[in-house]
């Protein structure tokens, strides 16, 4: 079967380059035919017979000169062809051979149905794979259209918005302005009512302005002065307070145990501290100081020496224990 397939395929081809060239040369004559009744016609009106008859010689000798050309040369390019062809047919007899070979190799196999069931669902599956894959392009540009016109709708509003921000940045600027301008109004109201409830601003207040600073000028210097010299007075005092504390505990049994430096310290700190919360108490309750941060930096100060008597106390009961222990 592999051997009488090219001859064939070679008969065929020989078939089809001849008669070719056999169309060609009939057409050719016939070319040449019709020149020749021309030259016959006008040389037969003619006197002069043998000029006529040895100019269509001559005519004819070119024309099949001329055929002669053309055809050697249709011939070598049939050649060619031709040389192309067996070429392929050798090719496509070797490739047939060759599949021949494959296929009586799988016949003779012992599961070569087997393998043509498992190629016949590798098939099967591959299609679904494409199925499925088509399925999914088509969702995918669906989804691609569809962001698509989301993205443009963003678009618009984005581009909505751009031109409605700056009329809103606007109009922000100015309720930041009202709200400045209501703050300064405020905080002008509350010290004017702050003013008018305290007895002692309202004295400050009736003062002309030049005549309060230089009353209040030269006395600075002097109570910063008075205020260092009170300090040091008060830290001097406090240290013999604590000398004076520290010898009657120690001369008492059941407290000369608890006569450290640290229960000493805070003892006398209470007995410092209580007149000047009650002095801070007294401020308040006579000025009626109406500022806020004024009450909660005064508040704030009798909350935190409040708290002194009660770590003196705790600082007591632990050193009670260590000493005891």
């Keep these: ?40 016609q006008h040389c037969s009106n003619s006197d002069n017979s043998l000029a006529c008859e040895i100019q269509e010689m001559k005519f004819k000798v ?13 011939l070598y390019t049939k050649s060619l062809q031709i040389g192309n062809c067996d070429k392929k047919i050798e090719e496509l007899s070797r490739t047939i051979h060759n599949l021949e070979s494959d296929l ?20 099967r599956e591959l299609e679904a794979d494409v199925r499925r894959n088509d399925k999914n392009l088509h969702h995918l540009k669906v989804k691609a259209e569809d962001d698509k016109k989301s993205v443009e709708l963003l678009a618009s509003k984005v581009e909505t918005m751009a031109k409605i921000v700056p009329e809103l940045w606007f109009h922000v600027q ?42 209040v000028v030269p006395y600075t210097s002097k109570a910063l002065h ?22 009657k505990m120690e001369r008492n049994e059941s407290t000369a145990v608890l006569a450290g430096e640290e229960l000493v310290f805070f003892l006398v700190s209470i007995v410092v501290v209580f007149p000047i919360i009650l002095a801070l108490r007294w401020l308040l309750s006579v000025f009626s100081l109406a500022s806020s941060v004024v009450v909660f930096l005064l508040t704030f100060a009798l909350r935190l020496l409040s708290l002194v008597p009660f770590l ?9 224990i260590f000493a005891l222990r």
């Design 226 to 247: 008075q205020l260092r010299r009170s300090a040091s007075v008060a830290k001097k005092y406090h240290h013999q307070l604590q000398g004076f504390v520290k010898r």
């Design 1 to 40: 079967m592999a051997m009488n397939s090219p001859t064939a395929y070679l008969a065929i081809a020989i078939f089809v380059s001849l008669s070719s060239i056999f169309s060609t040369v009939t057409s050719d004559l016939t070319e040449i035919n019709a020149p020749h009744l021309q030259t016959h």
């Design 62 to 74: 070119a024309r099949l000169e001329l055929l002669s050309e053309t055809t050697s040369q249709e």
């Design 312 to 320: 003196a106390s705790a600082v007591a009961v632990f050193s009670i």
């Design 104 to 123: 009586s190799n799988l016949k003779d196999a012992p599961d070569y149905e087997e393998i043509i069931k498992l190629l016949e669902e590798q098939v």
């Design 174 to 215: 100015k309720l930041e302005q009202a709200c400045e301008v209501i703050e300064r109004r405020t905080g002008e109201l509350r010290r004017h009512l702050r003013n008018q409830k305290c007895s002692f601003f309202k004295f400050i207040n009736k003062l002309p302005v030049r005549h309060y600073q230089k009353m």
